[in-house]
């Protein structure tokens, strides 16, 4: 049923040979790794906003375009840094290899713990500001908004689990209409305010204090959301069509000119209208002005949900690729590095699906809480990749490494001064959470790498191993023991397979009573079979204590060199309902069982046939066979 499920869900596996046909090119890469800067419009205007309304009053509506300005250059640096890593890293893997290779382990791990927290925030954000969006223009929807964040995660995860090809088709164009909505929306109201428009007065009830340096810092820090998923681009370097290196520096350069002119345009726009949006979502209360209630402004509050929506699909593509990166230098677990039936990381889309959810419910949808947490983890991992690139200007130099030096370097100063403005701004509205997370994720990767190294360390193999590399003499020697609960055809099976594998069988038995034991024995003479049956007596009802002591006692008479199989009998029924009724005795035994070297388990399934087929058999109707039985 779950196959069949799956299959609906997310369609046929591909080969491996399909590979090459599942990457995209400039016109599906920019929707899709565009998307989450892109929808930042939606938002991160009116989080300015929601800093200098408060404290300046009406002045608020002339100081954001200083700090707008200040967001756009701090945009175009970043570009023409993450160019240059998308010229020396096509790989993929971003901030995290780059820090790693120039700036030592811990600067790199850091940059990936960093970065992933940011992904995982970005799918939470998104998707809680793109539900306020609809919420605003659709009042009713309001009582519904954590199962609408939820269901659309869950809609987001499919989605992606479909694969790269069909995944870009889904949530690419969306991201298109979003952009000709919004393009629309700032040439309709400078149209307008050209006619003669003017905007009514808005209600600010704020009192007006003076304009302050830090006041200005910190609607910066809120506002830097804005240039969230610039990174993306780089991170997935390999998820485009060759030449993979030019298609993705050709989707940076257009997603820094289209945030340049969304961003740049709405918030200029919203300077004229006086939009406050405290009282609702800045990009739909502002299209109700130059539109009014018709059609294009349903179009914008659409369009403006469904970007924001699918802004968390930047983080679907780059979170998976990010880990599975991580997961090949062993710092986070291998699964992440594995692709799934549509050659997507899917364990990598399922994780961050499953953490932005609980995000979600936790923080209760609210994006400004949400929004506290936000943009410190990506300006981190910023800082660190560009630092790391000034670090491979300095070592390696070649042509203009002069220029490409200064471009790094003080991408790095910016990004660095942006991190300590949110960290200190943003402190007591969440950034602590994420301060406080990163030093604990990179904790956790450094023990997964330290265990990886000492598994390979146990398990590699050299020439000094003689005596194990001696396989065809230093064989060992097998002795078999079948626990058997009762004699049945599972049992049975079993002991017959026992023998075909060693001829020192035993048949092991925990019995709780004497009575049970009796009837056992007398059952067991049905086989008429040289394998011993061996009957332990449990006054406590333990059933592995008894074994475990039986193999290590002077009856048994271990030698080292054996190697003890033991046989587990079990039985699988057809429904999943029926395996409620039945205990999984046998699963707490491999477990335990396993923990010894000299011992190896292995279990022998009997299926049995569905109910109805062998009721059906008996020929009776079922109230004379419960009356029978």
Same mark, same amino acid.
């Given at each position: ?311 968390? !699909? ?49 923080? !209760? ?191 048994? !008479? ?72």
């Amino acid at each position: 049923m779950f196959e069949k499920l799956k299959r609906i869900l997310i369609g046929k596996p591909l080969p491996n040979e399909a590979e090459k046909t599942e990457k995209y090119g400039v016109l599906w890469g920019l929707p899709i790794l565009s998307s989450d800067a892109i929808s930042s419009v939606a938002y991160a205007g009116q989080e300015i906003l929601f800093v200098l309304l408060p404290a300046i009053g009406f002045l608020a509506f002339k100081e954001i375009q200083i700090v707008t300005s200040a967001i756009i250059i701090l945009l175009f640096i970043l570009m023409l840094s993450y160019r240059q890593t998308i010229d020396n890293y096509p790989n993929g893997g971003g901030a995290f290899i780059v820090a790693k290779d120039n700036l030592g382990v811990l600067a790199g791990i850091v940059a990936g713990a960093a970065l992933s927290v940011d992904y995982i925030l970005t799918v939470a954000v998104s998707i809680s500001s793109g539900v306020d969006q609809i919420v605003t223009a659709l009042e009713f929807l309001k009582p519904y908004k954590i199962v609408l964040c939820l269901f659309l995660v869950l809609f987001l995860m499919i989605g992606n689990l479909r694969g790269i090809r069909e995944s870009s088709r889904i949530f690419g164009i969306p991201a298109y209409a979003f952009m000709f909505s919004i393009l629309a929306l700032i040439i309709a109201g400078y149209v307008k305010l050209k006619m003669g428009y003017v905007p009514p007065e808005p209600k600010i009830n704020y009192p007006s204090h003076p304009v302050t340096l830090i006041l200005l810092l910190k609607a910066f820090g809120s506002g830097c959301t804005a240039l969230t998923g610039v990174e993306a681009v780089s991170n997935a370097v390999p998820n485009f069509k060759e030449p993979a290196t030019k298609h993705a520096k050709t989707v940076l350069l257009l997603l820094s000119l289209i945030i340049f002119v969304l961003f740049g345009g709405t918030t200029l726009l919203a300077t004229h209208y006086h939009v406050v949006p405290t009282e609702g979502a800045m990009l739909v209360l502002m299209a109700g002005q130059v539109f009014g209630k018709t059609f294009m402004y349903y179009v914008v509050a659409a369009t403006t949900f469904i970007i924001l929506v699918f802004a968390a !699909n930047t983080a679907f593509s780059g979170f998976p690729m990010l880990v599975a990166v991580m997961a090949k230098e062993e710092f986070v677990p291998r699964q992440l590095s594995m692709k799934g039936d549509k050659l997507s990381y899917s364990n990598g889309i399922i994780i961050l699906a499953a953490v932005s959810a609980i995000l979600i419910l936790v923080f !209760n949808g609210n994006v400004t809480a949400l929004i506290g947490l936000y943009a410190i983890g990506v300006f981190i991992s910023f800082t660190l990749s560009q630092l790391g690139m000034f670090v491979r200007w300095l070592k390696n130099k070649g042509s203009y490494w002069h220029i490409k030096a200064f471009i790094n370097g003080f991408g790095a100063l910016t990004t660095f001064v942006v991190v300590i403005i949110i960290a200190i701004t943003k402190f007591r509205e969440g950034a602590w959470i994420v301060v406080l997370l990163i030093p604990l994720l990179v904790f956790a990767m450094i023990k997964v790498k330290l265990h990886y190294i000492a598994v390979a360390d146990q398990l590699r193999v050299t020439p000094e191993d003689k005596e194990l590399l001696d396989v065809e003499h230093n064989i060992y020697r097998n002795r078999v023991i079948v626990p058997i609960e009762s004699l049945n055809k599972a049992s049975i099976r079993a002991l017959r397979f026992a023998k075909t594998i060693s001829d020192n069988v035993i048949a092991f038995n925990v019995s709780i009573n004497e009575e049970q034991a009796k009837k056992l024995q007398e059952r067991y003479k049905m086989l008429n079979c040289s394998i011993p049956l061996v009957i332990r007596y449990s006054p406590y009802r333990k059933i592995l204590e008894p074994l475990l002591e039986y193999i290590k006692s002077e009856e048994y !008479n271990y030698q080292k060199g054996d190697m003890i199989t033991v046989i587990i009998p079990k039985f699988t029924v057809q429904r999943w309902w029926q395996k409620i009724l039945h205990n999984h005795t046998w699963l707490f035994i491999e477990k335990e069982l396993l923990k010894h070297k000299h011992i190896v388990v292995s279990v022998m399934p009997l299926q049995l046939k569905d109910d109805y087929v062998v009721l059906k058999k008996k020929n009776k109707p079922l109230w004379k066979v419960l009356e029978e039985d």
